[in-house]
């Protein structure tokens, strides 16, 4: 069991680096230098409501240890906006600019692309990556436990 555990993790490691090279070179393709890859798959989380910065890292749409300097940079760049929430004025919830939507659309784009052409070669199929999600979500579940109950 040790040695497809530590596959796996090996393989965890390579894949997300691959992904930030990925979306990296899809950014500067589109001529956009100053964003990093973390940052527009921080904006392409951001997209589907205005989440707390605390709830982008909860939720897992961000993999940086520090959001809040990364959306304070990006209100920096004009990509995001920041707005105190109406239902608890301790919470900022945050949405995309005009700037910043035109990188999540970017980013989207590209996983849409990449789902087609895995689809049409036959590489990997919507069974396999439902499995995969499945595995890695019992694998999150285990480690967000070992780390809260000290298992």
Known sequence: MTEP?????????????????VVEDALERAG???VTATQALLLHGVADGS???????????????????????????GLLERRQSAADRRG???????????????VEALFARHAATLAKLGDVNLDEFATIARSLRRLDQFWSEQIRYRL
Request: charged share 20%; proline share 2%; glycine share 6%.
């Open 5 to 21: 555990y530590l596959e796996t993790l090996q393989l965890l490691r390579r894949t997300h680096r691959a992904l930030l090279d």
């Open 32 to 34: 956009i230098a100053n």
């Open 51 to 77: 989440p707390k910065c605390g709830e982008l890292y909860a939720a897992a749409r961000y993999t940086g240890k520090n959001v809040t300097y990364s959306v304070n940079k990006l209100v920096a760049l």
């Open 92 to 106: 900022v919830n945050i949405t995309l600019t005009g700037r910043g939507r035109i990188i999540h659309d970017l």
